[in-house]
């Protein structure tokens, strides 16, 4: 009676304590635990805690082996099945459905381009879909090449120097043949000058500067004219920005006189008009060493 008593009183116990239903120990193994019938096969997966006895184990089993079908056209044979073929066991230990070739690209999609997905890279993109319990053979792979080739990747993020466009090099022989121009200013005005005109030979790295009234032609073609030419003869080739002081028919009249061929720097890349901007850089920096604090002077 005792007996009876103190099991009543500890499936209570049982019973009215949560949990009733623990999670998983992924350090202990799994028991499969089956049993059959002339209606069905029964089958529970579950684990075993402090190895303690567990009396009948296959009662779940055996109950659900047991329950009758009341559709006749389930009870014809079927075929055994003993794999699942949309499954597989993955190298971290966890079981992932395998995921068919027409519905990769929508998986692709859905993790790199969709809200939730945020355009990551490849790698970022492939964690995403084996944490939604998603996986296929050349997925790593795949994601590489999905990210690669994304519209929206490539027009948003910067331009490596493989996909640029291609740049005109700039061949120099001898000492003045190239030679960059560039105006620098407005600046406060001084002795009615309020722009400086600088030309640097590529090679030498020889700068001559001029100070102007204004920015217009006429003051590029005299400097051209009465100080560059006569001093150091005519270069092969002037390279200038986009400047409409550059861009008129006075100067192009006179480069063909001379027989000057005329670049202009391509738009958003300084590195073709570098050299004159680092001399525009030294003289600005020479400028506010040198004038007082007034800027009159």
């Known amino acids: 009676m005792l007996d009876c008593l103190e099991a009543f009183n500890k499936l209570k116990t049982l019973l009215t304590t949560a949990p009733i239903m623990a999670s998983p120990n ?16 029964g089958a529970v997966l579950g684990q075993r805690q402090d190895k303690l006895p567990q009396g009948n184990e296959n009662v779940v089993a055996n109950h659900l082996s047991k329950l ?30 395998c995921i068919p070739a027409e519905e990769q690209e ?35 792979k795949d994601a590489h090449v999905w990210c690669q080739t994304c519209d929206r990747c490539k ?32 600046f406060p005005s001084s002795n009615a000058h309020q722009y400086i005109l600088v030309a640097v030979e590529y090679v030498s790295k020889w700068v001559e500067a001029v100070a102007g009234p204004t920015n217009q032609g006429f003051v590029l073609l005299k400097f051209l004219q009465g100080t560059i ?5 005519t270069p092969r080739a002037i390279i200038s920005d986009g400047g409409k002081h550059f861009l008129n028919k006075q100067f192009s009249a006179l480069l063909t006189k001379y027989g000057i061929s005329h670049r202009v720097a391509t738009a958003y890349h300084p590195q073709t008009f570098g050299q004159v901007e680092v001399s525009n850089r030294e003289i600005k920096r020479i400028i506010k060493k040198t004038v007082n604090a007034n800027r009159k002077d």
């Open 155 to 186: 027009r948003v993020e910067n331009q490596s120097k493989l996909n640029e466009m291609p740049q005109q090099s700039i061949l120099v022989v001898e000492l003045f043949d190239v030679l960059g121009i560039d105006f620098m200013g407005p």
């Open 68 to 97: 009758v079908s009341t559709n006749a056209a389930e009870e014809d044979v079927l075929t055994l099945i003993e794999s699942f073929p949309d499954e597989q066991y993955c190298p971290d230990q966890i079981i992932r459905r």
């Open 229 to 233: 030419f006569p001093s150091f003869g």
């Open 26 to 41: 992924w350090s202990l193994p799994f028991e499969l635990m089956c049993d059959a019938s002339n209606y069905a096969i």
């Open 106 to 140: 929508s998986v692709l999609t859905f993790a790199h381009q969709h809200a939730c997905g945020g355009h990551f890279g490849g790698k970022q993109t492939t964690a995403k879909i084996l944490q939604s319990g998603l996986h296929w053979p050349t997925i790593f």
